[in-house]
Protein backbone atom coordinates (compact mmCIF):
# COMPACT_ATOMS: atom_id res chain seq x y z
CA UNK A 1 0.00 0.00 0.00
CA UNK A 2 1.39 3.82 -0.65
CA UNK A 3 2.06 5.31 1.97
CA UNK A 4 -0.18 8.24 1.96
CA UNK A 5 -3.46 5.78 0.41
CA UNK A 6 -6.45 7.17 1.28
CA UNK A 7 -5.29 10.70 2.19
CA UNK A 8 -6.40 13.91 1.15
CA UNK A 9 -3.63 17.24 1.12
CA UNK A 10 -3.79 20.58 0.74
CA UNK A 11 -1.11 22.43 -0.55
CA UNK A 12 -0.38 26.09 -1.04
CA UNK A 13 2.16 28.08 -3.87
CA UNK A 14 1.50 24.72 -6.05
CA UNK A 15 1.20 26.36 -9.29
CA UNK A 16 5.23 25.92 -9.64
CA UNK A 17 8.49 25.36 -7.87
CA UNK A 18 8.61 24.00 -4.67
CA UNK A 19 5.15 23.83 -4.37
CA UNK A 20 4.61 21.81 -7.53
CA UNK A 21 7.49 19.21 -6.60
CA UNK A 22 5.85 18.29 -3.57
CA UNK A 23 2.15 18.20 -4.91
CA UNK A 24 3.80 15.56 -7.34
CA UNK A 25 5.74 13.62 -4.49
CA UNK A 26 2.84 13.64 -2.19
CA UNK A 27 0.34 12.00 -5.22
CA UNK A 28 2.96 9.77 -6.26
CA UNK A 29 2.53 8.36 -2.98
CA UNK A 30 -1.04 8.02 -3.09
CA UNK A 31 -2.22 10.95 -2.00
CA UNK A 32 -5.69 12.95 -3.60
CA UNK A 33 -3.79 16.29 -3.53
CA UNK A 34 -5.67 20.11 -3.92
CA UNK A 35 -3.41 22.58 -5.70
CA UNK A 36 -3.77 25.59 -4.77
CA UNK A 37 -2.53 28.93 -6.08
CA UNK A 38 -3.33 32.89 -6.17
CA UNK A 39 -2.23 32.05 -10.04
CA UNK A 40 -4.58 29.73 -12.30
CA UNK A 41 -1.47 28.46 -13.84
CA UNK A 42 -1.96 25.94 -10.93
CA UNK A 43 -4.76 24.42 -13.31
CA UNK A 44 -2.08 23.37 -16.02
CA UNK A 45 0.07 21.71 -12.79
CA UNK A 46 -2.71 19.54 -11.70
CA UNK A 47 -3.57 18.61 -14.78
CA UNK A 48 0.24 17.49 -15.58
CA UNK A 49 -0.25 15.23 -12.84
CA UNK A 50 -3.57 13.81 -13.65
CA UNK A 51 -1.80 13.03 -17.02
CA UNK A 52 0.74 10.85 -14.94
CA UNK A 53 -2.24 9.06 -13.79
CA UNK A 54 -1.93 10.92 -10.22
CA UNK A 55 -5.07 12.23 -8.59
CA UNK A 56 -4.41 16.22 -8.09
CA UNK A 57 -7.14 19.40 -8.37
CA UNK A 58 -6.45 22.94 -9.03
CA UNK A 59 -7.91 25.64 -7.37
CA UNK A 60 -7.12 29.28 -7.78
CA UNK A 61 -6.76 30.62 -3.73
CA UNK A 62 -4.95 33.64 -2.38
CA UNK A 63 -3.67 33.13 1.24
CA UNK A 64 -3.87 36.73 1.80
CA UNK A 65 -7.65 36.61 1.37
CA UNK A 66 -9.52 34.97 4.34
CA UNK A 67 -13.11 34.04 1.84
CA UNK A 68 -10.87 32.53 -0.70
CA UNK A 69 -8.92 30.44 1.81
CA UNK A 70 -12.26 29.08 3.92
CA UNK A 71 -14.13 28.97 0.44
CA UNK A 72 -11.63 26.49 -1.00
CA UNK A 73 -11.06 24.73 2.23
CA UNK A 74 -14.41 24.24 2.43
CA UNK A 75 -15.20 23.28 -1.25
CA UNK A 76 -12.38 20.67 -0.95
CA UNK A 77 -14.16 19.00 2.89
CA UNK A 78 -17.11 18.82 0.28
CA UNK A 79 -16.12 16.59 -2.58
CA UNK A 80 -12.94 14.66 -1.10
CA UNK A 81 -14.05 14.58 2.91
CA UNK A 82 -11.79 15.92 4.62
CA UNK A 83 -8.19 17.04 4.58
CA UNK A 84 -5.76 15.14 6.57
CA UNK A 85 -2.26 17.42 5.25
CA UNK A 86 -2.11 20.79 4.68
CA UNK A 87 1.69 22.16 3.42
CA UNK A 88 1.40 26.00 3.81
CA UNK A 89 4.37 26.52 1.04
CA UNK A 90 3.13 29.95 -0.70
CA UNK A 91 5.54 32.30 -0.29
CA UNK A 92 7.65 35.37 -1.61
CA UNK A 93 11.00 36.47 -1.64
CA UNK A 94 11.61 39.98 -2.83
CA UNK A 95 14.74 41.92 -1.57
CA UNK A 96 14.53 45.82 -0.66
CA UNK A 97 17.11 47.25 1.98
CA UNK A 98 15.21 48.54 5.29
CA UNK A 99 15.95 52.21 4.59
CA UNK A 100 14.44 51.76 1.33
CA UNK A 101 11.85 49.96 2.28
CA UNK A 102 7.88 51.52 2.81
CA UNK A 103 5.54 50.13 4.96
CA UNK A 104 3.27 48.44 1.75
CA UNK A 105 6.60 46.09 1.18
CA UNK A 106 6.96 45.40 4.91
CA UNK A 107 2.83 44.37 5.30
CA UNK A 108 2.60 42.53 2.11
CA UNK A 109 5.68 39.94 2.48
CA UNK A 110 3.97 39.18 5.58
CA UNK A 111 0.66 38.74 4.53
CA UNK A 112 1.93 36.38 2.30
CA UNK A 113 4.76 34.29 4.07
CA UNK A 114 3.02 34.68 7.54
CA UNK A 115 -0.70 35.33 8.00
CA UNK A 116 -1.32 32.94 5.17
CA UNK A 117 -0.07 30.29 7.03
CA UNK A 118 -2.10 31.66 9.63
CA UNK A 119 -5.20 31.49 7.62
CA UNK A 120 -5.23 28.37 6.09
CA UNK A 121 -4.12 26.24 9.76
CA UNK A 122 -6.93 27.93 10.99
CA UNK A 123 -9.34 26.43 8.05
CA UNK A 124 -8.55 23.67 8.15
CA UNK A 125 -7.80 22.73 11.83
CA UNK A 126 -11.47 22.35 13.34
CA UNK A 127 -11.76 19.54 10.69
CA UNK A 128 -8.77 18.21 11.89
CA UNK A 129 -9.19 18.43 15.62
CA UNK A 130 -12.80 16.69 14.92
CA UNK A 131 -11.30 13.66 13.17
CA UNK A 132 -7.85 13.77 15.53
CA UNK A 133 -5.69 13.47 12.74
CA UNK A 134 -3.62 16.25 10.95
CA UNK A 135 -0.14 16.57 9.70
CA UNK A 136 0.83 20.88 8.58
CA UNK A 137 3.95 21.42 7.48
CA UNK A 138 5.12 24.96 7.03
CA UNK A 139 7.85 26.08 4.62
CA UNK A 140 10.56 28.22 6.45
CA UNK A 141 14.01 28.54 4.74
CA UNK A 142 17.73 28.66 6.30
CA UNK A 143 17.48 32.66 5.62
CA UNK A 144 15.64 33.36 8.83
CA UNK A 145 17.53 31.85 11.82
CA UNK A 146 20.78 32.90 9.60
CA UNK A 147 21.32 35.20 6.51
CA UNK A 148 23.58 34.02 3.81
CA UNK A 149 23.89 37.01 1.68
CA UNK A 150 26.20 40.26 2.14
CA UNK A 151 24.31 41.62 -0.10
CA UNK A 152 21.86 42.53 2.04
CA UNK A 153 17.82 43.10 1.50
CA UNK A 154 16.54 40.24 3.87
CA UNK A 155 15.82 41.51 6.50
CA UNK A 156 11.82 41.50 5.68
CA UNK A 157 12.04 37.84 4.54
CA UNK A 158 14.05 36.28 7.20
CA UNK A 159 12.15 37.82 10.13
CA UNK A 160 9.17 36.00 8.24
CA UNK A 161 11.22 32.80 7.66
CA UNK A 162 12.22 33.12 11.62
CA UNK A 163 8.02 33.74 12.49
CA UNK A 164 7.04 30.50 10.43
CA UNK A 165 9.64 28.68 12.46
CA UNK A 166 7.98 30.30 15.70
CA UNK A 167 4.54 29.99 14.62
CA UNK A 168 5.11 25.96 14.21
CA UNK A 169 6.62 25.31 17.83
CA UNK A 170 3.69 27.47 19.22
CA UNK A 171 1.04 25.88 17.15
CA UNK A 172 2.19 22.11 17.73
CA UNK A 173 1.85 22.65 21.65
CA UNK A 174 -1.36 23.79 20.60
CA UNK A 175 -2.35 21.31 19.25
CA UNK A 176 -0.18 18.06 20.43
CA UNK A 177 -3.31 16.60 22.40
CA UNK A 178 -5.43 17.07 19.50
CA UNK A 179 -3.03 14.50 17.81
CA UNK A 180 -1.84 16.91 14.99
CA UNK A 181 1.65 17.15 13.88
CA UNK A 182 2.99 20.38 12.67
CA UNK A 183 6.47 20.84 11.79
CA UNK A 184 8.64 22.95 9.64
CA UNK A 185 11.27 22.46 6.55
CA UNK A 186 13.85 25.35 6.12
CA UNK A 187 15.89 24.52 2.45
CA UNK A 188 18.82 25.65 1.09
CA UNK A 189 19.32 26.60 -2.40
CA UNK A 190 16.63 25.12 -4.41
CA UNK A 191 15.65 24.91 -8.14
CA UNK A 192 13.20 27.48 -8.70
CA UNK A 193 13.01 30.26 -11.76
CA UNK A 194 11.90 32.75 -9.95
CA UNK A 195 15.35 33.02 -8.27
CA UNK A 196 17.57 32.79 -11.48
CA UNK A 197 18.01 36.57 -11.19
CA UNK A 198 19.24 36.29 -7.34
CA UNK A 199 21.44 33.35 -8.20
CA UNK A 200 23.34 34.93 -10.94
CA UNK A 201 21.28 34.35 -14.07
CA UNK A 202 21.04 37.69 -16.18
CA UNK A 203 19.13 36.26 -18.94
CA UNK A 204 17.03 32.74 -19.48
CA UNK A 205 19.48 31.63 -21.95
CA UNK A 206 22.24 31.47 -19.65
CA UNK A 207 20.25 30.05 -16.56
CA UNK A 208 20.89 26.46 -17.34
CA UNK A 209 24.96 27.09 -16.85
CA UNK A 210 24.51 30.08 -14.20
CA UNK A 211 22.51 27.80 -11.97
CA UNK A 212 25.06 25.31 -12.53
CA UNK A 213 27.98 27.17 -11.61
CA UNK A 214 26.03 28.31 -9.16
CA UNK A 215 25.60 24.92 -7.28
CA UNK A 216 29.26 24.28 -7.13
CA UNK A 217 29.33 26.85 -4.07
CA UNK A 218 27.26 24.06 -2.59
CA UNK A 219 29.00 21.51 -0.51
CA UNK A 220 26.60 18.77 -2.56
CA UNK A 221 27.96 20.31 -5.58
CA UNK A 222 24.27 21.99 -7.06
CA UNK A 223 21.05 22.95 -5.92
CA UNK A 224 18.34 20.82 -4.41
CA UNK A 225 15.26 20.06 -6.46
CA UNK A 226 12.05 20.52 -5.65
CA UNK A 227 10.78 17.03 -5.39
CA UNK A 228 13.81 16.39 -2.80
CA UNK A 229 11.97 18.99 -0.78
CA UNK A 230 8.82 17.04 -1.13
CA UNK A 231 10.18 14.07 -0.37
CA UNK A 232 11.05 15.42 3.29
CA UNK A 233 7.43 16.96 3.26
CA UNK A 234 6.73 13.23 2.98
CA UNK A 235 8.18 12.34 5.35
CA UNK A 236 6.66 14.83 7.73
CA UNK A 237 2.91 14.04 6.35
CA UNK A 238 3.36 10.14 6.75
CA UNK A 239 2.95 8.05 10.06
CA UNK A 240 6.64 7.42 10.30
CA UNK A 241 6.99 10.90 11.78
CA UNK A 242 4.22 10.37 14.09
CA UNK A 243 6.08 11.42 17.25
CA UNK A 244 8.19 14.63 15.55
CA UNK A 245 5.88 17.59 16.30
CA UNK A 246 7.34 21.13 16.13
CA UNK A 247 10.75 19.89 14.43
CA UNK A 248 12.50 22.42 12.04
CA UNK A 249 14.78 20.26 9.42
CA UNK A 250 16.72 21.83 7.46
CA UNK A 251 17.81 20.51 3.72
CA UNK A 252 20.31 22.24 1.96
CA UNK A 253 22.99 19.43 0.91
CA UNK A 254 25.56 20.63 3.86
CA UNK A 255 25.58 24.31 2.93
CA UNK A 256 24.90 25.89 6.08
CA UNK A 257 28.00 23.39 7.88
CA UNK A 258 30.79 25.26 6.14
CA UNK A 259 32.60 28.39 8.28
CA UNK A 260 34.39 29.38 5.44
CA UNK A 261 34.14 29.00 1.65
CA UNK A 262 36.71 27.19 0.17
CA UNK A 263 35.07 26.05 -2.95
CA UNK A 264 33.89 25.98 -5.70
CA UNK A 265 32.81 22.06 -5.13
CA UNK A 266 33.11 19.37 -8.02
CA UNK A 267 30.74 16.47 -7.22
CA UNK A 268 33.13 12.66 -7.14
N1 LIG B 1 13.66 28.22 -3.88
C1 LIG B 1 14.40 28.25 -2.81
O1 LIG B 1 15.63 28.15 -2.88
C2 LIG B 1 13.76 28.37 -1.45
C3 LIG B 1 14.58 28.23 -0.33
C4 LIG B 1 14.01 28.32 0.94
C5 LIG B 1 12.64 28.52 1.09
N2 LIG B 1 11.87 28.67 -0.02
C6 LIG B 1 10.44 28.88 0.18
O2 LIG B 1 9.73 27.89 -0.53
C7 LIG B 1 8.47 28.40 -0.96
C8 LIG B 1 8.33 28.21 -2.47
O3 LIG B 1 9.41 28.86 -3.13
P1 LIG B 1 9.70 28.69 -4.70
O4 LIG B 1 11.13 28.95 -4.88
O5 LIG B 1 9.10 27.41 -5.17
O6 LIG B 1 8.90 29.96 -5.25
P2 LIG B 1 8.05 30.13 -6.60
O7 LIG B 1 7.97 31.60 -6.80
O8 LIG B 1 8.57 29.26 -7.69
O9 LIG B 1 6.63 29.55 -6.18
C9 LIG B 1 5.82 30.18 -5.22
C10 LIG B 1 4.36 30.02 -5.61
O10 LIG B 1 3.58 30.70 -4.62
C11 LIG B 1 2.54 31.40 -5.29
N3 LIG B 1 2.06 32.53 -4.49
C12 LIG B 1 2.64 33.73 -4.33
N4 LIG B 1 1.84 34.53 -3.61
C13 LIG B 1 0.73 33.81 -3.31
C14 LIG B 1 -0.47 34.08 -2.61
N5 LIG B 1 -0.72 35.29 -2.09
N6 LIG B 1 -1.39 33.09 -2.48
C15 LIG B 1 -1.18 31.88 -3.04
N7 LIG B 1 -0.06 31.57 -3.74
C16 LIG B 1 0.88 32.52 -3.87
C17 LIG B 1 3.16 31.84 -6.61
O11 LIG B 1 2.17 32.14 -7.59
C18 LIG B 1 4.03 30.65 -6.97
O12 LIG B 1 3.34 29.71 -7.77
C19 LIG B 1 8.43 29.85 -0.50
O13 LIG B 1 7.74 29.92 0.73
C20 LIG B 1 9.89 30.20 -0.33
O14 LIG B 1 10.09 31.24 0.60
C21 LIG B 1 12.40 28.62 -1.29
Not at 116 to 143: D, H, Q, W
Not at 215 to 243: C, H, K
Request: charged share 20%; net charge negative; proline share 3%.
Amino acid sequence: MKRLEGKVALVTGAAQGIGAGISRVLATHGAVVALTDVSDAVNETAEALRGDGLTAHGWVMDVTDRAQVDGVVEKVIEEHGKIDILVNNAGIYPRRRLVEMDDDFMTRIFEVNVFGMFRCARAVLPGMMERRYGKIVNMSSVTGPMVGTPAGGQTAYAATKSAVQGFTVALALETAQHGINVNCVMPGYIESRSAWGLRGSRVEEDAEEAMKEFGMNIPWGRQGTPEEVGELVLFLASDESRYITGASMVIDGGNILQEEFLGPYHPK
